[in-house]
């Protein structure tokens, strides 16, 4: 098994909230870190918080296009060889829509983003791990991959999170044989900038807070902790999992 300290791991969408944490989290597991994003100057904020420029790389590239996405893997090998874990972090979420006032441009940019960026980010990197007889793939998906929210209208979203969720179990299943491990995430309400002003209000996060059997909406650093997890060895047995990470809510439905 390729030793700790010596793991390549990509990490997609890392300049947001829990992509910049599941880099530092790999990071300080010992990996050698790609960021990858459409906004450089969010993914430079994230590097320059680890602070290791010889083992952090940065690219700025749109999962959804081909070309960016060879083009962050031909940059990857050249700075560091190889490829052993690919985190699909990034995701698009909408606004609650009720689906019949959803859009074309609306649940293309979901589709796009959820579904076929993290088809593109898979397809590129499994040549190489099946070369590498070994590898490790990590999608973050949602608890509305599995569950609707009553009064929460985001069926084309929870659409594309479902998808994932079985695309998940499928890639396990196919590539297996290689020594390819894949499994997801499956957050809840995470803390970031998209809440972030319902906490403002105390009522409000009371509300929601009291919503989770943990009592408190989850942080970043909950979803890079299992996606840790998922890329050492202890879960060397584990592939074709959906893990909820959602302060118990899943289990109140």
């Given at each position: ?59 700025s590239a749109d999962i959804t296009k081909e070309a960016e996405v ?83 209208p985001l069926s084309v979203y929870g659409a594309t999170k479902g ?91």
């Amino acid at each position: 098994m390729v030793s700790a300290k010596d793991r390549v791991a990509i990490i997609t969408g890392a300049g947001g909230g829990v992509g910049s944490a599941i880099a530092k989290r790999l990071y300080a597991d010992g990996c050698k870190v790609v960021l990858v994003g459409r906004n450089l100057k969010k993914l430079t904020k994230t590097a320059t918080e680890i602070g290791n420029k010889k083992n952090v790389l940065t690219v700025s590239a749109d999962i959804t296009k081909e070309a960016e996405v060879l083009s962050a893997l031909d940059q990857t090998l050249s700075s560091f060889d190889k490829i052993d874990i690919l985190v699909n972090n990034a995701g698009s979420i909408n606004d609650p829509t009720p689906f019949h006032e959803t859009n074309d441009d609306q649940w293309n940019e979901l589709i796009n983003t959820n579904i076929v960026g993290t088809f593109r980010m898979t397809k590129a990197v499994v040549p190489i791990m099946i070369n590498n007889k070994s590898g490790n793939i990590v999608n973050i998906s949602s608890v509305l991959g599995m569950r609707a929210i009553p009064g929460v209208p985001l069926s084309v979203y929870g659409a594309t999170k479902g998808a994932v969720i079985t695309f998940t179990k499928s890639i396990a299943i196919e590539y297996g044989q290689y020594g390819i491990r894949c499994n997801c995430v499956c957050p809840s309400t995470i803390r970031s900038s998209l809440i972030e002003p319902y906490l403002q209000d105390e009522n409000a996060k009371r509300v929601l807070e009291s919503s989770f059997p943990l009592r408190r909406i989850g942080e970043p650093e909950d979803i890079s902790s299992a996606v840790s997890y998922l890329c050492s060895a202890d879960a060397s047995w584990v592939t074709g999992t959906a893990m909820m990470v959602d302060g118990g809510i899943s289990a109140t439905q």
